[in-house]
């Protein structure tokens, strides 16, 4: 991972009550791993003993409720770091990555990924385990090994798996960080694992007019009536108030896609409608996983307190509803009552996604954050409003003075502008649905 450089705007923070890590947290360091509870993989037991996550760090960490409000670690999965085989296979790896849990057929499925900063040699590993509560006679993590791995010589990179398990008994596994996006295969749902360790897939989500880097991944898949929800993370992790995580979801009648948005683009076209992104008070909420129970459906991610960044990556838990056309919207967090309302009283109503059009013709998706940053760019980008006049600043070492500025001016519902760039070039936006 890159080092994140300092943005160019003033953020306000707000304070705000956490849960959960009480060490000093470095963004850029290894250490962040063993922070806060990043990656949350959520799973209510079979055995009524509540409700377990698990968690990115050494030996992956494990965290348990009854209520998913107050949680407590309970302990690791593995007693090392990393398994010894996966050790083997990426020299440098500290720490295991953004596990996934599942339960079928009769037992626990443990999906987990170990990579190093920034490579493409990544492996996805399985444990299975008879019951997840360490009360329980039986109580055993049992490694399967490998399950995928990513090379050079792969266009994705194997992390971030998610295991899916059909009515119909058809098991499915999704990952990907990075480079083309996300991707998916059918899995024996005997062994959860694939027939090689570099199977035939399906490309399930990318990022069109790709950024640099093209960010995307955390795939996580789940069905609510007749369709498939495919929820996925975008933009930047693990940089505090300056994050810009947000999770996006597309659907589709199949497992393995084609899955559109609200607006019917496709998400390997850059398609995704914006189901959580940052506000005034939480920063960069992403790597998702889902839950589904009696008692209605619960988004479980990690996010940032603006107001004390070094609890690092904090627990929240969304209910989520669904609308009248089939589409999932988050209420507010469970431990923060009347949260939306606070949070649209202090955002501005510029912070969104935005069509931005380039001399009558050149379309591009983006996002203003809550922050002053534009995402969905390559490079870095900002936006600053003062009064009607909204500046836009685009880092790019090919324009005059190394930065294209654009001078646009809102229109009287603050839903679209117009103006010029330096060079004179029509510039407009239009502020979108989601």
């Given amino acids: 991972m890159s080092s994140i450089k300092s943005l160019l705007f003033l953020v306000s923070l707000f304070t705000v009550t956490t849960v959960l890590a009480q060490e000093p947290f470095n963004p850029t360091s290894k250490e962040s791993l063993r922070l806060g509870v990043p ?14 996550i698990f968690a990115t760090g050494h030996g992956v960490v494990v965290w348990h409720s009854t209520d998913l409000k107050a949680w407590k670690r309970i302990g690791t999965v593995f007693d090392r770091h990393v398994p010894a085989w996966a050790e083997e296979a990426v020299p440098g790896c500290d720490g295991i990555w953004a596990p996934d849990i599942q339960y079928a057929g009769g037992q626990y499925y443990l999906y987990y990924s170990v990579s190093t900063f920034g490579s493409q040699r990544s492996v996805i590993g ?8 360490p009360a329980a006679p039986g109580y055993r993590w049992e490694d399967q090994g490998i399950v995928i791995e990513s090379t050079g010589k792969n266009d994705y990179n194997a992390i971030d798996p998610a295991m899916f398990v059909d009515q119909n008994g058809k098991a499915y596994l999704t990952w990907g960080s990075y480079w083309t996006g996300i991707k998916g295969c059918e899995i024996d749902p005997a062994t959860g694992k694939t027939a090689s360790t570099q199977p035939e897939y399906v490309s399930l989500a990318r990022r069109s007019r790709q950024p640099d880097p093209p960010n995307i991944e955390a795939p996580y898949l789940v069905k609510h009536g007749s369709f498939y929800y495919l929820m996925v993370s975008w933009d930047f992790c693990c940089a505090g108030v300056e994050s810009t995580y947000k999770v996006v979801v597309g659907r589709s009648t199949n497992p393995l896609g084609p899955f559109v948005d609200r607006q019917g683009r496709a998400m390997t076209e850059g398609g995704g409608t914006v189901l959580l992104a940052s506000d005034a008070r939480w920063r960069g909420p992403g790597h998702n996983s ?10 479980v991610y990690h996010v940032y307190d ?5 609890k690092g990556r904090i627990l929240q838990v969304r209910p989520v509803s669904w609308t009248r056309d089939g589409w999932p919207r988050v209420k507010d967090p469970l431990l923060d009552p009347g949260a939306s309302q606070r949070n649209k009283k202090q955002l501005s109503p510029l912070v969104g996604r935005w069509d931005h059009l380039v001399n009558g013709r050149d379309h591009y998706d983006i996002f203003f954050e809550v922050s002053g940053k534009m995402t969905g760019t390559a490079g870095e980008s900002y936006w600053k409003q003062e009064g009607r006049q909204l500046l ?4 790019d070492p090919r324009a005059p003075g190394g930065a294209w500025i654009d001078h646009v001016q809102l229109s009287a519902d603050g839903k679209s502008y117009s103006g010029k760039n330096q060079n004179g070039t029509t510039i407009q936006g239009q502020k979108r649905n989601d």
């Avoid at 889902?290 to 988004?299: A, E, H, I, S």
């Avoid at 603006?306 to 070094?310: F, I």
């Fill in 290 to 299: 889902f839950l589904q129970t009696r008692q209605g459906d619960f988004l």
């Fill in 306 to 310: 603006a107001a004390n960044v070094r």
């Fill in 126 to 133: 399985l444990a299975v385990s008879r019951t997840i509560n």
């Fill in 392 to 395: 836009l600043r685009w880092m």
């Fill in 39 to 52: 990656d949350p993989a959520v799973i209510e037991a079979r055995d009524g003993s509540g409700y377990y």
